[in-house]
């Protein structure tokens, strides 16, 4: 079991820094925005270690942790009472789910519990991010979302997915969703929040609208779609198809849904976890976690990588893996065989015969998913 955060430089895959404290899984984390005021330290610390990044850290041991980047030390902590299972942060606040229904909102400087709710039947929280206009969501391990306002720093329901209709192509499905497949990531655009689960395809809901509909992420028969991100208008997914134990990024546009392309070097395993960020001011990079290794995926200058290395396709390329089986060591193995490939099939026509009559109950064979263990990359930042 292994209970620390590391942290890794992307441009050439060495571990530069690991951080031990927790005595549980870390099951979350999230970065505090660099140009965030808060120094956030314990009382006994000199100012100068606050300065710098910081990351916040959930726990199974019932705890948040927060840490200077620059150094590694831990700045503060604060115990939650109950395991933390996912986090999101804005503005001085820090939103838990736990592993029994309760989402909390607590202030790190005051180091306090703001207000609390006990929610889903006390179900496993699997993600919780704060969405637009005041408006906070919140998934759990059996395919119900739900969202609330907390303007007034009060935890107020307004929107749950059991309540939506499912919609495709703009036509009436079912006046009620119902889903048992459990939800493994989730982002937020406007009023809009798309999330995976255990089958082929990614749900929309429009909490305002009370609407859910779907977009293709595999053409296979068993899939399902682990984790997901999202920058500026870009959705990026990751997509495993359990007949041949592989995974691939999808990319699409979060404005009109429309699909770009798939990323796929040929043998990733099952991705788990994702993140990205911009390098180079504007090309996108991409860092992917899944069963004791992490991978680098970068855009190209097309105008310049291109001429430089012609096993380049399409404008991407997987840079580096590096491996974190043994985690006390870092070694750096690159890749030069990476393919894009593009979905032909008729995005709308599958959703449609998916959707009608579809209850998203398991299949018997996709109930023999294999469980995420504690080997694997259970979540990371960019």
Not at 39 to 60: A, F, H, M, P
Not at 71 to 85: E, K
Not at 100 to 120: H, N, P, Q, T, Y
Request: aromatic letters at 8%; a negative charge; glycine letters at 6%.
């Amino acid at each position: 079991r292994d209970t620390t955060l590391k942290l890794w430089d992307a441009a050439n895959g060495n571990l530069t820094i690991s951080m031990g404290g927790h005595t549980g899984p870390v099951t979350s984390l999230t970065m505090i925005p660099a140009d965030d005021p808060r120094y956030i330290l314990d009382s006994d610390q000199e100012d100068t270690l606050g300065r710098g990044r910081k990351v916040i850290s959930g726990s199974t041991d019932c705890s948040l942790r927060i840490w200077a980047l620059d150094t590694g030390l831990m700045l503060t902590r604060l115990y939650t009472y109950s395991p933390v299972q996912c986090i999101s942060y804005r503005d001085g606040i820090v939103a838990t789910g736990s592993d029994a229904g309760r989402v909390e909102l607590w202030d790190i400087e005051k180091k306090e519990s703001i207000c609390s709710v006990i929610s889903f039947n006390e179900e496993l929280l699997t993600s919780i991010l704060f969405c637009e206009e005041n408006h906070l969501a919140a998934s759990s391990a059996t395919g119900l979302i739900k969202v609330w306002d907390i303007s007034n720093n009060t935890l107020t329901i307004k929107a749950s997915s059991n309540e939506a209709s499912l919609w495709a192509d703009d036509k009436l499905v079912s006046d009620e969703y119902s889903s048992t497949c459990r939800i493994n990531s989730m982002v937020n655009k406007g009023n809009k929040l798309y999330w995976g689960d255990e089958n082929r395809n990614i749900k929309v809901f429009d909490y305002l609208d009370a609407k859910i509909y779907k977009l293709t992420n595999n053409l296979g028969e068993i899939c399902m779609t682990d984790c997901m991100t999202s920058i500026n208008s870009l959705l990026i997914s990751s997509s495993y198809d359990l007949d041949n134990g592989l995974s691939y990024l999808n990319v699409r546009k979060m404005d009109n849904d429309e699909y770009l392309c798939s990323i796929d070097e040929g043998s990733t395993e099952r991705v788990i976890s994702i993140s990205c960020t911009f390098y180079k001011d504007k090309l996108l990079r991409i860092c992917t976690g899944g069963s004791y290794e992490l991978r680098i995926w970068d855009q190209l200058d097309m105008k310049k990588d291109i001429k430089e290395s012609s096993w380049i396709v399409e404008g991407f390329r997987h840079s580096l893996g590096m491996q974190v089986g043994d985690l006390s060591s870092a070694n750096c193995i690159y890749y030069d065989n990476f393919d894009v490939i593009i979905d032909t099939e008729s995005e709308s026509e599958s959703d449609v015969e998916d959707s009608i009559g579809d209850s998203e109950e398991l299949t018997e064979e996709a109930s023999e998913v294999p469980v995420k263990n504690e080997s694997n990359s259970f979540c990371l930042i960019l």
